[in-house]
Each structure stands twice: as C-alpha cells, then as structure tokens.
C-alpha cells in the first residue's frame, strides 16, 4: 500500500510509470532560488523567452551572497529584484535569512512539489513535500510550467521508535545515518521517515534530518505532514495550509531500516566528509579554535534557543571564536524578544547576519591548522574559505558546550562537569511578523514587465556546440571517489560573486584539485575537447551547474567515472557533457592522466543507447563505456544541451 512518498508522486505523476528505474516527469508546483544559483536561472528564463512563471509560487532569496566587498554582489542582488518583478517570482532581500527555513515559514504547504536550485531543497520535505534539488536550468524549465524529468528511485522506508536522550538531538540522527551508510548510501533513493518515533520530532528537528539527507546522496527525504506539521504552521499563522499525508498502514518500502532514537548518542563528523561520523567522545579532548552555530541544517529557533540558555551567566573560552548565524530575520527578532540574544552575546557569541555565511566559505573561514566546530550540512576540503582546513559537524549542543569548554567536548559531560540539567525549549510566545520583507510579484496586467538591470559582470550565457560524432580528446584530469562540486567549482567570498559570468568564474575551475586545470583546458577549447576520469559518487554535494557549465566552457565534452551524483549527472548532460561509466571497473585504474582517448560514431552510439567503444590510443588499448541516458536525455545531449534543446523544440 501507498507511502507518503508514493502517494506524493503519483499525485503530480505527469508520464511514466512510478516503478524503480523508469523515467518519470512531475508536475512542479513551487520553485526556490538562491542568489549563488539563481543569476543563471534568470539568465536561462530570458534565453528562454519566458514572459513570466507559471508556476503556483516561485521564491527567489538572497541569502547565499551577502558580502559587498565590491559592486559584484550588489550589482546581482538589483538584478535579481527586477528580474522577479519581470517573470512574477517572489523577491527576500538580503538579511532576510536563509531560503531554506524562510521557505518553510512562508510558503511550504504539504503534499506540493517543491524544486529548487539548491542540492538542501529537500529540507521541505518536513512538512510533507516532496522537494528535490536540481540544476538551475532544470528550475528554470519548471519556472516555465514544464515537467521535472527524473528516474523513479526507490522509497526507503526508515521506522523510527524510542526518544531522543538528553543532550542528543536532530543532528544527531542525521549523523548516524551518514555513519551507517556513508555520503552515497542514499543514491537514487527517497529516504522516508515513519513510526512511533516521530511523534517526538517537531517541524524543525525533522528539517534538520531532512536537509542533510542530501548528504547521503539522496533524490530527497519525506515525512508525513501530521500534528507536529498543523502545529509549526499554526505558529506561523497559516493553519490553513495544513492538510494530513500519512502513510497507509501497510505501507510498502523497496528498503527497509529500523533506527531507535532512545540508543543515540552526540556524534560528530570528522574533517573532511559528512559520512566520517565518530562518538564525539572519540575526539573529546581535541583542541578548538571556532564554534558556528547556524546554517540550513540546524536552522530552527531551539537551535539557537538551547545554545543560549546553555551560554547563560558563563563565558566562551578565550581563545574560540563562537560564530552566531541566525537562519532568518524573524527567528532572529523572536531571540531578540525572549532575550536569548543577550544570553549568547554576553557570553561572547560573535553575530552575523541572517544568512548563509560562513556555511560556503562567504566569511568566517577558521585559522589556518585550527579545529572549527559547525552546525552546517557540509565539511568539503577548503570549503569553509581556508583552503587546509579542519571542520568537524556535530549538533548545537556539541558546539556550544565546546566553546564554553574550549575543547571539543560531549555535551553531556560538559553538563555533568556544570551541573546543568538539559533544558526544555518551548516556542516563542508569539512569532515576528516579516511578510512585509518579501517583495510581491507585481500582477500580470499592471503594464509592460520592467527592464533587466545588468551591471557589468552579468555576461550572456556562452553558445555550446553539439556533441561531436568522433571525438579525440587528452585526458586533463583523474581524480578518485566523492569529488564534490565545491572541488569542481570552489565556493567563497573570491569566487561566488562572479557565479554570473561563465568566462571568469571557469578561471576557478578544479581550483581545490589542481590549480592547472583551466590553463591545460584552454587551448582544448578549439582543438576538441578533453575529458575527465572520475571515481565513484563523482560531483556529490552542492546542485550548483557552474560546476558542470564552466568546465564546459573551457572543453569538457565528457565524464567518465565510475559513478555520478544524481544532480551533477544531469547537469552535465543539460550542458552537453557526456557522462559515461565504466562498463567494467578495473579499466578505471587503466587510465592515466595525459593519455589520449579516441570515440568514433559517439552520437550514433548514443542515439542507439549502445555501448560505446573508447580507443587509449597512449597505451594501445580499448575499453567500452555506457551513457544510460533516458530518450528526453538523449535529445538534451545531442542538441548540444537543454538551452539548444529548448529552442529547437519552441
């Protein structure tokens, strides 16, 4: 019988049958945008031709950006207001918070579909959404009322039972299941939450868990939207909203898993992956330069609620630095108001605006060689903005005790050594009202849609030619397992602002991996091409399509890797870049870097969905490969990309 996840996606099912594998197109209901991914969205839907969205609500927020060192930032953020008053999408200004949690306070509504331009969309699925992270032209052609294509995954199927322990949280749930299956146990899955255990959970600590699911490299991750979802909308004034999903009582899952919360203990993810997750005892003890407390991934006001009240009457060690980033305007006028904010203040907390901050390396990066504790979703090498860095994710709780301590420490021993008892966090007596911090799309018929405002690192999108029928092409780089897109494409205060101009963000390209790269690739961009050698998981983590469309700008024309990442997979074929695997494992290793492959007849295999043959015309030697592409694949990757498609097809 039906799941939640089930029961959602037969409901906006538009073709294909929902059987495991099959290719599949849903209705799309809602859209987000965040400014990191957002300027090429706006880009796409003027390439496109778009007159204005067709979607029921379209969001566009500010939150990832928010450094004005230069006009670059700034000159984005007025673009992007009057592109959301040209195409009728909802505008959140800078400091408004993060898109994730705003998101939900504002507009999340069970049972829609929610796609957004940012690998943690699936954040929404803790009201009963299913919201899924995609490339930002895949959002764009949602945006202008077309499907979301995708592969049916699996549903699994995780039954929760007992209550969290003191001191353990959310975060911790979350961590043990990166520590079960690691950062790609969740690969063409739906992750669903069910059983006796979630009547513990609130809203808020079912984002939490929802949001990092996108770090065990699943589609998205569902719960049902019940008493705790009528509740946390309730809080918001929009009860109205609310509608029941729960599964059938008999409800089938392809996988299964049990987890009782009552057995959890505080567990921490080491440097420098979401999956390397230990008891935080094992590291208890380690020294400590920072303490962050925020980000998408433990947004909620308990989360800043219960650091307070742990930080009251004492101090922040001497030497840490304890970062406070509120995740929206209104959670932080609800501190303000309970007074929790003096708390943390006091203590030493050093605030930050509502935002994304230090989460992609937009301010905040850590000391060279020190220990950074952080609530945020993500550990990636060099991520943080300190290029050799050491940051370990665990739960506030974990953070806020260690900066007190000022050494990594379990949170239930610090309480022991303090005589603290864990407190109980009740909702703010009332919650801020900001409504009149979003900007309303400006109706349909009030007159001619304004004018793009572009400042001069806006550049139009760069034309791509289709893929070629014989390819030759220098393999430029080999890399090994879990290469993440912020190893592609950096993030950061240096590199972000110029997300909307391809020419200069791809002198970035492979920057973490090999500085090289965009110099080697360059002269491949009118001799051919080149490719690229991944492992397993390749292009986890952020959706950002900079990672697959600048290193198509400098001549990637294919991937061969042992295995991708769902999102990075189909935006490398949006921008017609071929991603290959190996049909057989062991020619992974046979490969080198420098060594030059041959394709011939690429395009007939393709169009065929035959295997195709790859000549190392270096050592002599032959291999096959398989795309696997679905028909609508297919047609994008020979059209030369989604862009070239959509034109042809108008």
């Known amino acids: 019988m039906p799941s939640v996840a089930h029961k959602l996606i037969t409901s906006h099912l538009v073709d294909g049958a929902p059987e495991p594998g099959a290719p599949i197109a849903l209705k799309v209901d809602q859209t987000l945008t965040q400014d990191a991914t957002g300027t090429l969205v706006m880009l796409e839907l003027e390439a496109m031709g778009v007159d204005r969205v067709k979607t029921e609500v379209s969001a566009q927020y500010v939150d990832h950006n928010l450094i004005q060192a230069d006009h670059r930032n700034p000159d984005d953020h007025l673009f992007l207001q009057s592109a959301c008053a040209r195409f009728g999408i909802w505008y959140s200004r800078p400091g408004n918070g993060v898109s994730h949690p705003v998101h939900m306070e504002r507009f999340g509504v069970p049972g829609k579909t929610l796609l957004g331009s940012d690998s943690h969309t699936p954040a929404a699925g803790s009201l009963g959404m299913l919201a899924i992270g995609a490339g930002g032209i895949d959002v764009a052609l949602a945006m202008a009322g077309r499907p979301l294509h995708l592969s049916m995954p699996e549903i699994w199927g995780v039954r929760l039972t007992g209550e969290l322990p003191p001191w353990v949280s959310a975060k911790d749930v979350i961590l043990e299941m990166l520590r079960r299956h690691g950062v790609d146990g969740g690969l063409n899955r739906i992750i669903e939450y069910h059983g006796p255990g979630l009547a513990s959970l609130s809203a ?11 770090e065990l490299g699943a589609t998205t991750t569902v719960f049902p939207s019940d008493a705790a979802t009528r509740a946390f909308l309730a809080e918001f004034g929009r009860e109205e909203d609310w509608a029941e999903i729960l599964a059938d009582d008999d409800a ?9 919360l009552s057995s959890l203990e505080p567990l921490i993810a080491k440097p420098s992956s979401p999956g390397n997750v230990v008891p935080v005892r094992d590291v208890a003890g380690e020294s400590l330069y920072q303490a962050y407390i925020g980000s998408s991934a433990n947004p909620g006001y308990r989360d800043f609620a219960i650091a307070a009240r742990m930080a009251e009457g004492r101090s922040v060690a001497s030497h840490v630095s304890f970062d406070l980033n509120p995740t929206s305007r209104s959670m932080l006028q609800d501190l303000i108001r309970e007074g929790l904010l003096t708390h943390l203040i006091e203590a030493g907390g050093r605030l930050h605006q509502a ?7 937009m301010g905040q990066a850590p000391a060279s060689g020190q220990n950074s504790l952080r609530t945020t979703p993500r550990n990636f090498p060099g991520r943080s903005g300190t290029k050799e860095d050491s940051v370990f994710l665990c739960s506030p709780e974990t953070a806020t005790a260690s900066a007190l301590a000022g050494t990594i420490v379990d949170p239930r021993d610090w309480a022991a050594g303090v005589g603290m ?3 109980r966090i009740d909702p703010p007596s009332r919650r801020a009202g900001w409504d009149e911090r979003l900007l309303v799309p400006p109706p349909e018929d009030e007159g001619p849609p304004p004018e793009l405002v572009k400042g001069p690192n806006i550049v139009s999108l760069p034309d791509l030619e289709p893929v070629p029928d014989d390819l030759e092409a220098p393999v430029l780089l080999k890399v090994g397992d879990d290469i993440s897109t912020d190893e592609i494409l950096p993030a950061g205060s240096k590199i972000l602002p110029f997300r909307s101009n391809i020419p200069a963000i791809a002198e970035f390209t492979f920057g973490q991996v090999d500085e090289t790269y965009p110099a080697r690739a360059k002269p491949t961009m009118k001799a051919g091409g080149h490719v690229v050698v991944g492992g397993r998981n390749y292009g986890q983590g952020s959706s950002r399509e900079h990672a697959a469309l600048a290193p198509r700008y400098l001549g990637l024309r294919m991937v061969i890797a042992r295995e991708f990442a769902r999102i990075h997979r189909q935006n490398l074929v949006n921008f017609g870049v071929v991603p290959a695997t190996f049909d057989d494992g ?8 420098g060594d030059v492959l041959r394709v011939a007849g690429l395009r007939g295999a393709l169009q065929a969905g035959a295997p195709i043959r790859v000549e190392n015309t270096t050592k002599g030697t032959a291999f096959t490969v398989s795309a696997r592409l679905s028909p609508r694949e297919r047609d994008v990757l020979l059209a030369g990309g989604i862009t070239a498609w959509v034109a042809a097809d108008r």
Request: glycine letters at 10%; aromatic letters at 8%; hydrophobic letters at 30%.
């Open 355 to 361: 935002g994304c901050n230090g989460c992609i390396g």
């Open 204 to 214: 808020m600590d079912r984002h939490v868990i929802a949001n990092m699911g996108a």
């Open 421 to 423: 008892a864990y407190p």
């Open 586 to 593: 062991p020619d992974y290793d046979a490969i080198e870097q």
């Open 252 to 260: 089938e899952y392809h996988v299964t898993e049990e987890l009782d």
